[in-house]
Nanobody, 127 residues
């Protein structure tokens, strides 16, 4: 019903920046909230940031607050994650996810509240 594709990952040095993109297709207009998650090898997948399509409210994990910025482009059904001042601990596979649930709030970090997931894009930060 909804397809989600991430792009923009790569290898960067600590302190540099990357911008990730999340493009939605199919029935993308039904997406209410889009979130970014990340997962490092041997670790649980964790919440990074989210944005509500109606109104554009945003929410960030404490670990990235002040460094990462999530935004949306309504015309292109695309969500971006601008990552500045990258640290080695930011190294992970980054996933974009879409929620179609009316009861989900912007601050929800629960993976099970997101209905569609991309396949991930690798971000590696060298020290």
């Amino acid at each position: 019903q909804v397809q989600v594709v991430e792009s923009g990952g790569g290898l960067v040095q600590a302190g540099n920046s990357l911008r990730l993109s999340c493009a939605a297709s199919g029935r993308a207009l039904n997406v209410l909230i889009t979130g970014w998650f990340r997962q490092a090898p041997g670790r649980e997948r964790e919440f990074v940031a989210s944005i509500r399509w109606s109104g554009g409210s945003t929410y960030y994990a404490d670990s990235v607050k002040g460094r990462f910025t999530i935004s949306r482009d309504n015309a292109n059904n695309t969500v971006y994650l601008q990552m500045n001042s990258l640290k080695p601990e930011d190294t992970a596979v980054y996933y974009c996810a879409a929620s179609l649930r009316k009861r989900t709030v912007i601050s929800s970090a629960r993976l099970e509240e997101y209905d569609y997931w991309g396949q991930g894009t690798q971000v590696t930060v060298s020290s």
